[in-house]
């Protein structure tokens, strides 16, 4: 069964550091997500992304953050200077149709 | 802001008894409504989808929406063990192509042997 992949699985950087989240979505999937989950807290929108360009950013998307679909199958969260409160676990989603949608396992960052 | 709430529990039911989780929503013009497992350190798993008024079944699981209420319930039949996880109430945001889910902080359920 296809399923989304998400590399890393642990990150560890240093506050300041840039780091890239990568993702495979499900392969005839249009329509793809970024949330993060904060330990202990609910599961958090970050951006949607469909037809090579961001449909709908958060809050919590601001210039720091960027997302990328370099090819035909991955798709990149960038943090580029990354703070403390940026550790949590990053999940990336992906959907074919209206309304499903399928997480990956998830990159857990930890920010130091 | 829109809002999903659920009870955070714990929930705790023997093995092989009824479990049921409730969520409300507070965007009346939301479309459609998912349930996700978590397990603890895992990702959100998606156990049922519903979009219309009434009861939709798939194995021991019933999802029950009641849109007039804006209220939204798993029942899990047969509980067993392996059901105990955090159960996540996920709603589609009306308005827009994007369709992000927002959700719920999760209700924690331990099935007890």
């Known amino acids: 069964e296809p399923e989304v992949t998400q590399t890393p699985s642990h990150q560890v950087t240093q506050m300041g550091q840039e780091v890239i989240l990568r993702c495979v979505p499900i392969s005839n999937h249009l329509y793809f997500y970024w949330y993060r989950q904060i330990l202990g807290q609910k599961v958090e929108f970050l951006v949607s992304?469909?037809?090579?360009?961001?449909?709908?950013k958060s809050e919590i998307f601001d210039d720091q953050f960027s997302v990328e679909r370099p090819d035909g199958s991955n798709f990149t969260l960038k943090i580029r200077s990354t703070k403390l409160e940026d550790s949590a676990m990053y999940f990336c989603?992906?959907?074919?149709?209206?309304?499903?949608?399928?997480f990956g396992p998830g990159t857990r960052l930890t920010v130091t | 802001q829109k809002e999903v709430e659920q009870n955070s529990g714990p929930l705790s039911v023997p093995e092989g008894a009824i479990a049921s989780l409730n969520c409300t929503y507070s965007?009346?013009?939301?479309?459609?409504f998912f349930w996700y497992r978590q397990y603890s350190g895992k990702s959100p798993e998606l156990i049922m989808s519903?979009?219309?008024?009434g009861d939709k079944e798939d194995g021991r699981f019933t999802a029950q929406l009641n849109k007039a209420s804006q209220y939204v319930s798993l029942l899990i039949r047969d509980s067993q063990p392996s059901d105990s996880a955090t159960y996540l109430c996920?709603?589609?945001?009306?308005?827009?192509?994007?369709?992000?889910?927002?959700f719920g902080k999760g209700t924690l359920l331990t099935v007890n042997p």
């Open positions: 519903i979009y219309s008024n």
């Open positions: 996920a709603v589609n945001e009306s308005g827009g192509s994007n369709y992000k889910l927002t």
């Open positions: 989603a992906s959907k074919q149709g209206l309304y499903e949608q399928y």
């Open positions: 965007d009346r013009g939301s479309q459609s």
């Open positions: 992304f469909y037809n090579n360009e961001i449909s709908e």
